[in-house]
């Protein structure tokens, strides 16, 4: 690193060489390059590690367009219950599975402004279509790490033993170039099916997890898969998870249900460790904490997200 103010050999300026020489020789060393370097880096190292440390603290930032992502922050918070949490939840203007790609890209941009307001550290894009339709735009915009929700077309393809899988997602994510690429990349040697459901969208939003109305709206949405004889069903929409206990036993015991939460769980994870950015463990293990906003109505939606996650939620409201 270099230095500026000092000559070539660490002179200080204005001392004759000729009448002082011994006293230029002493001040030579306490005036010497490498002593500068070690003084000027000393408080930059402890700078430094007093913004790392802040850094690991701040929260996590979570998003989606409702409720929806409140299933990637069950899994969050199982996986990583040490660090905190900021979830916004853009009820204002679900469900995003309707909405153009413009429009699509400029919520996620509002909502990420928010968060990042709230000094988190990293955001988890968990809604399958903001990430499919933004993600790009938001890694462009914002310096922090994103992670965005891909639908689980690669296991699927795996674990399918008949060659045909489903997935069920949003209108605007089923007809998506991301889904049919990833299909492309994964599982061009299978069958899929996609389908867009977004009146699941509307149950999960309206607190409806279960009873005869949940399971014939499901078993009418995913009829067009069933016909198909499908082994797998790819819930892609981070919605969906909420309704598991009722698809699965829609679809049978011969139908194998999956979703991404807990790769994005791993995926969070691994982020934080290259990063640097993990929250220290609490020895007392005291989980971190919880902050959920909303940009409809916050009482409605502490109702939804308190059955979602099974326990109280406090839900304020915010327009970004």
């Known amino acids: 690193m270099h230095y500026w103010g000092l000559d070539e050999d660490g002179e200080a300026p204005g001392v004759s060489p000729v009448r002082n020489s011994k006293r230029n020789e002493q001040s030579k060393r306490p005036f010497s390059i490498e002593h500068i370097q070690e003084d000027s880096l000393a408080p930059l190292q402890s700078q430094a590690s007093a913004q790392a440390k802040e850094r690991a603290l701040a929260p996590i930032g979570v998003f989606d367009s409702g409720a929806g992502g409140l299933t ?46 709230q000094g988190v550290k990293l955001i988890v894009v968990a809604c399958n279509t903001a990430s499919q339709a933004a993600l790009n735009t938001l890694r462009a915009t914002f310096s922090l790490p994103f992670i965005g929700v891909v639908p689980a077309v690669k296991p699927a393809a795996r674990f399918t033993k008949r060659g045909r899988i489903g997935v069920a997602a949003t209108n605007q994510a089923a007809r998506a170039a991301y889904l049919r690429q990833l299909i492309d990349d994964y599982a061009s040697d299978v069958q899929v099916y996609a389908v867009g459901c977004p009146e699941l969208v509307t149950l999960v939003e309206h607190g409806d997890f279960d009873g ?3 399971e014939e709206t499901l078993q009418n949405s995913l009829r067009p898969l069933l016909v198909n004889d499908i082994d797998v069903l790819v819930l892609g929409c981070t919605h969906f998870p909420a309704l598991r206990t009722t698809i699965e036993h829609v679809v049978g015991p011969h139908v194998l249900v999956i979703d991404s939460s807990s790769a994005i769980a791993r995926r969070t994870q691994a982020i934080l460790d290259v990063e640097g950015i993990n929250h220290p463990t609490n020895p007392k293990y005291k989980p971190g904490e919880l902050q959920v906003w909303c940009s409809g109505d916050a009482s409605t939606f502490s109702e939804v997200a308190s059955k979602l996650l099974g326990y109280p939620v406090l839900v304020r409201q915010a327009m970004p």
Do not use: M, N
């Open 212 to 214: 005869p109305l949940v």
């Open 72 to 117: 990637i922050l069950a899994a969050l918070r199982k996986a990583l219950p040490q660090e905190h949490y900021i979830y916004f939840g853009d009820t204002g203007h679900c469900p995003y599975g309707t909405r153009s790609e413009t429009e699509i890209i400029d919520l996620a941009l509002r909502a990420c402004r928010f968060l990042i307001a």
